[in-house]
């Protein structure tokens, strides 16, 4: 079973800032998270991961809590090409055990 | 630089035969694991190897299995196809395990009829 609980669904309007939570509660200390998303049943495309910090590249940012039990994925201006279902894991890396996700609809 | 290859992009096998797919990766890139992805059941991951060994397996019947060759590449064969078995067939490769993420591959559509 997935180890990482993430709202079905959320709505962004295109420019905004796009906030996709994550709760990983059973994280253990060297487990990453990593988070992926998928178009349309293209193959999923990483996007970002960390352990304990956050992290920021080209296409978006890793918020995580301190005691590590969730985390928030931040598209900082949104865009259309931007709508996919993404996915939070938490993995040693080897198996990445996919849930269900989050259906992102950005809205023009 | 080249992605990860997966061939072919679309297989129709009848229920009863076997069928065997194949993974290109990244050039360099030594992990390589492949996920089944139906409506029902979502993403779902079937194996890892590394260094032509498995690493991890997951819950699926011993009708899936696969390998990987000194040069990275891996297949997998599903034997006795049921129509349950219809799914995109995902291949993802990474460095070593995941270290800087997996790139999956475009997939291969079976449908078994």
């Known amino acids: 079973d997935a180890k990482t609980t993430q709202p079905p669904s959320m709505d962004c309007a295109e420019g905004r800032a796009a906030n996709l939570p994550c709760n990983h509660s059973t994280i253990s200390g060297n487990e990453y998270v990593y988070w992926y998303r998928q178009i349309h049943s293209q193959g999923p495309q990483y996007i970002i991961h960390?352990?304990?910090n956050n992290e920021t590249n080209e296409m978006a940012s890793l918020i995580i809590t301190e005691d590590r039990k969730s985390s928030t994925l931040i598209l900082p201006h949104a865009t259309l090409r931007d709508t996919a279902v993404y996915y939070c894991?938490?993995?040693?890396?080897?198996?990445?055990?996919f849930g269900q996700g989050t259906e992102l609809s950005v809205k023009p | 630089k080249a992605g990860v290859t997966q061939t072919p992009r679309y297989l129709i096998k009848t229920r009863g035969q076997q069928v065997t797919l194949s993974c290109s990766p990244i050039s360099g890139h030594r992990s390589v694991s492949w996920y089944q992805q139906t409506p029902g059941q979502g993403l779902q991951f079937l194996f890892e190897y590394f260094s032509e060994t498995q690493r991890n397996k997951g819950n699926f019947p011993g009708r899936f299995s696969g390998r990987q060759f000194s040069n990275s590449r891996s297949e997998m064969n599903v034997s006795t196809l049921e129509l349950g078995d219809s799914a995109l067939y995902l291949c993802a490769s990474s460095l070593a395990g995941g270290a800087g993420g997996y790139t999956f591959g475009s997939g291969t559509r079976l449908t078994v009829v």
């Open positions: 960390g352990l304990k």
């Open positions: 894991i938490v993995s040693l890396g080897g198996k990445l055990i």
